[in-house]
């Protein structure tokens, strides 16, 4: 089987998980990518893009290190500002999973702190619900908060390799913040896990289970409050605690 990364969409996976995947093709393993919303903003960049611009700007970026790591890209589109998933694209999410027969999933880990990437979890339990998922092993990646690994990947010799795929998104380290910069200093700082023997070295982290166990946590953490969840962000909140539970009405 193959690595699949889903994710709202491609720079967090390149944050997290952008070694790993150098890695994965350079050892011939196919590598699919799931942008499961349409990269959208709140409103335009620095640029003066409109946001349907912003949309374009960041999936061809997106694209292009998709193209350089030989990915196979596949977009479920939901909105990313104010998202609505509805039935059909946990159908979809699923279908994608039973065709691709992944060995290993890849997502922003499970307590991430931005609600969108919550949310890829919580449309991965609902899928499950509605059709069983295959077996896999879920590797939740480092962006925004420090996790609980129980595992990493030294990424030292694609190191340079993985900053100039982080370059790519120049809208956002332009004028958002310099991710490319944050982020090799997270893979610097994830070296304190194992001996340098004075060596520069990078790491990436990961919180890593079967899917089975996974989904198991998302149903205790996540459901004792979709406010409490969602960060009181309404925008997800709503509409995934909607989706909650006409899922559950349609098992």
């Known amino acids: 089987g193959g690595v699949t990364g889903v994710q709202t969409c491609a720079l967090p996976i390149s944050i997290g998980a952008g070694g790993a995947l150098l890695l994965a093709r350079a050892a011939g393993v196919p590598v ?7 990269g959208g903003s709140k409103g335009a960049t620095a640029y ?14 997106a694209q292009q290190v998709c193209d350089r790591l030989g990915a196979t890209v596949h977009h479920l589109g939901i909105a990313n500002g104010r998202p609505a998933p509805t039935l059909e694209d946990l159908d979809r999410l699923s279908d994608l999973l039973e065709r691709l027969q992944p060995a290993t999933v890849l997502l922003p880990w499970i307590l991430d702190a931005p ?9 991965l339990w609902l899928a499950h619900q509605r059709r069983a998922l295959p077996d896999f092993e879920v590797w939740g990646f480092q962006v925004h908060n420090e996790l609980l690994p129980n ?23 332009e004028h958002i913040r310099r991710y490319d910069h944050l982020a090799m200093g ?16 990078f790491l990436e982290v990961f919180f890593t289970l079967p899917v089975a166990e996974h989904l198991r946590l998302v149903e205790q953490f996540y459901f004792r409050s979709f406010t409490q969840t969602y960060r009181s962000v309404d925008a997800v909140a709503h509409p995934m605690e909607a989706l909650h539970q006409i899922g559950r009405a349609h098992v």
């Not at 003066?48 to 970026?61: A, F, H, L, Q, T």
């Not at 595992?151 to 380290?173: F, H, M, P």
């Not at 997270?186 to 070295?201: F, I, K, P, T």
């Open 32 to 38: 699919d990518v799931v942008f499961v919303t349409d």
């Open 48 to 61: 003066g893009d409109s946001p349907e611009d912003v949309v374009e700007i960041r999936n061809r970026e």
């Open 115 to 123: 609600p969108r990437h919550r949310m890829v979890h919580h449309l």
């Open 151 to 173: 595992g990493y990947v030294d990424i030292t010799t694609v190191a340079e390799e993985k900053r100039s795929l982080l370059a790519c998104y120049r809208s956002q380290n």
């Open 186 to 201: 997270l893979a610097a700082w994830n070296s304190r896990h194992v001996r340098d023997g004075g060596e520069a070295r």
